[in-house]
Structures are given as structure tokens and as C-alpha cells.
Nanobody
Framework: QVHLVESGGGLVQAGGSLRVSCVAS????????MGWFRQAPGKDREFVAA????????FYADSAEGRFTISRENVGNTVYLQMNSLKPEDTAVYYCAAAQVRNIGVEITTMGTYDYWGQGTQVTVSS
């Protein structure tokens, strides 16, 4: 069982930056591929980024590529999402999730691949 808690959301102006964090409970954090998803009002939850168990491989949605960076610290059981050049359309609740898979494959963008989810943190980007 893994318990995920996100933090770091808030209100930021367009063009600004924000870093959200997710801390996991338990001793097996390094055995999970970690991902970030987001859900805007009235829209489906969508994939943002994922990182391999070692942190050596990352994968991004087109909307995040070049602006967002996912990273992890296995010692501290934490995964981060650094978001730069934020746009109003990035406004959403951001969720971290843990997947019991070995590697990052095409399925990593799918919600059903993930076994555990956090409660989410709100990110609001004003224009």
C-alpha cells in the first residue's frame, strides 16, 4: 500500500513558475514508476509526465514538453513537477500516481496503469 500526498499548488500569473511535490509513504517508493496527471474543470483527467523508477527516464505529454520537468528523490520518497512558463490552460488539479510497472512504455499515459493516487493539489494560472 502506498499513500501519496501532493503539495505546492497555488495561484500564479501566466508566465510564472510553480513546483508541486508528492510524498509517498512506505519503503518501496523506488519500485514504482511515478506519474503526474491533471484535471481541469469539466474535462477528463489527462497525463502530464512520468518518470522511471531510477529517475533516468522521463516522458511528457506534448502540452508539458519543454515547459515542465518531472524529477524524483528516492531517498526522500518524493516526486516533483517543476512547471515553467505557465499558461491559463494549465489551470487544473494536479495528481501524482504510482504504477507497479518495470519500465516506461506507451501505457504509462493511461490512468488504468496506475495503482495509487494522491488527493490532488490545485494549480491556478491567472491571465
Amino acid at each position: 500500500q502506498v499513500h501519496l500526498v501532493e503539495s505546492g499548488g497555488g495561484l500564479v500569473q501566466a508566465g510564472g513558475s510553480l513546483r508541486v511535490s508528492c510524498v509517498a509513504s512506505g519503503r518501496t517508493f523506488s519500485t514504482y514508476v511515478m506519474g503526474w496527471f491533471r484535471q481541469a474543470p469539466g474535462k477528463d483527467r489527462e497525463f502530464v509526465a512520468a518518470i522511471s523508477r531510477s529517475g533516468g527516464t522521463t516522458f511528457y505529454a506534448d502540452s508539458a514538453e519543454g515547459r515542465f520537468t518531472i524529477s524524483r528523490e528516492n531517498v526522500g520518497n518524493t516526486v516533483y513537477l517543476q512547471m515553467n512558463s505557465l499558461k491559463p490552460e494549465d489551470t487544473a488539479v494536479y495528481y501524482c500516481a504510482a504504477a507497479q510497472v518495470r519500465n516506461i512504455g506507451v501505457e504509462i499515459t493511461t490512468m488504468g496503469t496506475y495503482d495509487y493516487w494522491g488527493q490532488g493539489t490545485q494549480v491556478t494560472v491567472s491571465s
